[in-house]
């Protein structure tokens, strides 16, 4: 008895490729070949490229939060003086702050002073929030410390002043210039409260990659700035890194346990989780959506089948009457549905993983022809646009791709298959 030739075997694949290769002459149907071919690579690069910017975004935007602002902050609740007014500093900041350091996954504690203040130089004026720091502290800050763009010298920061980049551009002040503080919470006189001017040098200008955070803010050495917003002796809250600020939430408690009875805490997440939740949802309706223009392309291999199956009916039939099973006519057509959406897969994902790689040149090419102005950074937060390609995402679409490529051939093989021999060689 003669066996049987395994599944996919080798006349399968040779059958497939003369019917995806022949000329339309020829009964193929090598035009619509084609168009499924480059609506699957379109689609997949599309499906690459969205998933990539959205990563480079999402990492992008993290970034810039846990590298320039605390992953918590620790302040007091309010209380009320004995003369009526509030008061929420924190009189034992330092015995706080070695309390808050024995905690488990903090890495770092540093007592902050801040204000708004009017800051002027050469009848140019700029709002600026004013964080007091200590030169030691503010080196371990990453964003600012090792900023993607500076001027100056960090180590200079105890004799003058760090401001944004942004905030040195509004004021047109550079390194060494020397610019005017004005808070109206000033020095305190029988007549009332008197504006505090102060004047400063810049002795660092730094971009922390946040349009944001360098358009208002500026760093004044701790003490200095305890003297200028009148915190002789206290602090208004401490900022506090931990090792893992993905897991912030399991240290809260800790944190409030070290901190005493009048301490409130506010995360990173609490400041950003708006957005982050925005933006996750946004992630999921993009992919959703970009998964049907997947779709769609595949369906474009259905219709290339059909016209398959139909232009080679005499070739089944006599398939068929020659000892072809029904199985082996239904493999030959899944092979060449499901290879033209394999094909299309590789080549959207190496299109789109190379606009990844290249987005930045892809990018100003884009600008340039535009005439400039494409990406506000007002607008979007950071400077450019990012990509960061993740195994994942790149998975999930080469997944979805062949899923749906594969789905969608099963029905015209079927149909392929089932075709009676008899019908089909009767008019020929």
């Given at each position: 008895m003669a066996k049987?030739?395994?599944?996919?075997?080798?006349?399968?694949?040779?059958?497939?490729?003369?019917?995806?290769?022949?000329?339309?002459?020829?009964?193929?149907?090598?035009?619509?070949?084609?168009?499924?071919?480059?609506?699957?690579?379109?689609?997949?690069?599309?499906?690459?490229?969205?998933?990539?910017?959205?990563?480079?975004?999402?990492?992008?935007?993290?970034?810039?939060?846990?590298?320039?602002?605390?992953?918590?902050?620790?302040?007091?609740?309010?209380?009320?003086?004995?003369?009526?007014?509030?008061n929420r500093v924190i009189d034992d900041y330092d015995a706080m702050a070695d309390r808050l350091r024995e905690v488990p996954g903090v890495t770092r504690v540093a007592p902050l002073v801040k204000g708004q203040v009017m800051a002027s130089y050469r009848g140019r004026n700029a709002g600026a929030e004013v964080f007091g720091i200590s030169a030691e502290d503010l080196a371990t800050?990453?964003?600012?410390?090792?900023?993607?763009?500076?001027?100056?010298?960090?180590?200079?920061?105890?004799?003058?002043?760090?401001?944004?980049?942004?905030?040195?551009?509004?004021?047109?002040?550079?390194?060494?210039?020397?610019?005017?503080?004005?808070?109206?919470?000033?020095?305190?006189?029988?007549?009332?409260?008197?504006?505090?001017?102060?004047?400063?040098?810049?002795?660092?200008?730094?971009?922390?990659?946040?349009?944001?955070?360098?358009?208002?803010?500026?760093?004044?050495?701790f003490a200095e700035a305890q003297v200028y917003f009148n915190r002789e002796g206290v602090a208004d809250e401490l900022e506090v890194m931990v090792a893992n600020p993905d897991a912030v939430e399991q240290m809260t408690l800790p944190l409030l346990r070290a901190g005493g009875e009048r301490v409130l805490l506010w995360t990173w997440r609490d400041?950003?989780?708006?957005?982050?939740?925005?933006?996750?949802?946004?992630?999921?309706?993009?992919?959703?959506?970009?998964?049907?223009?997947?779709?769609?392309?595949?369906?474009?291999?259905?219709?290339?089948?059909?016209?398959?199956?139909?232009?080679?009916?005499?070739?089944?039939?006599?398939?068929?009457?020659?000892?072809?099973?029904?199985?082996?006519?239904?493999?030959?057509?899944?092979?060449?549905?499901?290879?033209?959406?394999?094909?299309?897969?590789?080549?959207g994902v190496i299109l789109g993983c190379l606009f990844a790689i290249y987005i930045d040149p892809i990018f100003s090419f884009v600008n340039y022809v535009s005439g400039g102005g494409v990406w506000d950074p007002s607008i979007r937060g950071i400077y450019a646009l990012p990509a960061k390609l993740e195994l994942a995402d790149v998975l999930s679409a080469v997944v979805l791709s062949l899923g749906l490529s594969f789905g969608v051939t099963i029905f015209p093989a079927r149909r392929a298959a089932r075709m009676n021999p008899v019908e089909a060689l009767r008019y020929e």
């Open positions: 049987s030739p395994p599944p996919f075997a080798g006349f399968e694949w040779m059958i497939a490729w003369r019917y995806l290769r022949a000329r339309r002459a020829e009964g193929g149907v090598s035009v619509m070949t084609w168009i499924s071919l480059v609506g699957i690579t379109l689609a997949v690069f599309a499906l690459v490229a969205t998933l990539a910017v959205r990563s480079g975004f999402r990492a992008e935007f993290v970034d810039t939060i846990l590298g320039a602002n605390a992953h918590v902050t620790v302040y007091n609740s309010v209380t009320v003086t004995e003369t009526g007014q509030s800050i990453p964003r600012i410390a090792e900023p993607e763009q500076s001027l100056g010298d960090i180590a200079r920061f105890e004799e003058g002043i760090a401001i944004g980049w942004g905030v040195a551009q509004q004021l047109n002040a550079s390194v060494g210039d020397r610019i005017k503080l004005i808070s109206p919470d000033g020095a305190k006189t029988p007549f009332g409260t008197s504006p505090r001017v102060n004047i400063y040098e810049v002795v660092y200008i730094f971009q922390a990659g946040r349009y944001d955070i360098d358009r208002t803010r500026a760093y004044l050495p400041a950003s989780g708006a957005f982050l939740r925005a933006l996750e949802v946004e992630d999921n309706v993009m992919f959703v959506i970009l998964s049907i223009l997947v779709l769609i392309a595949a369906m474009n291999i259905i219709s290339g089948l059909i016209m398959l199956v139909k232009n080679k009916g005499r070739d089944i039939g006599i398939l068929r009457t020659m000892g072809l099973t029904e199985g082996s006519v239904m493999r030959v057509f899944f092979i060449c549905g499901a290879s033209v959406g394999t094909v299309g897969t590789v080549a």
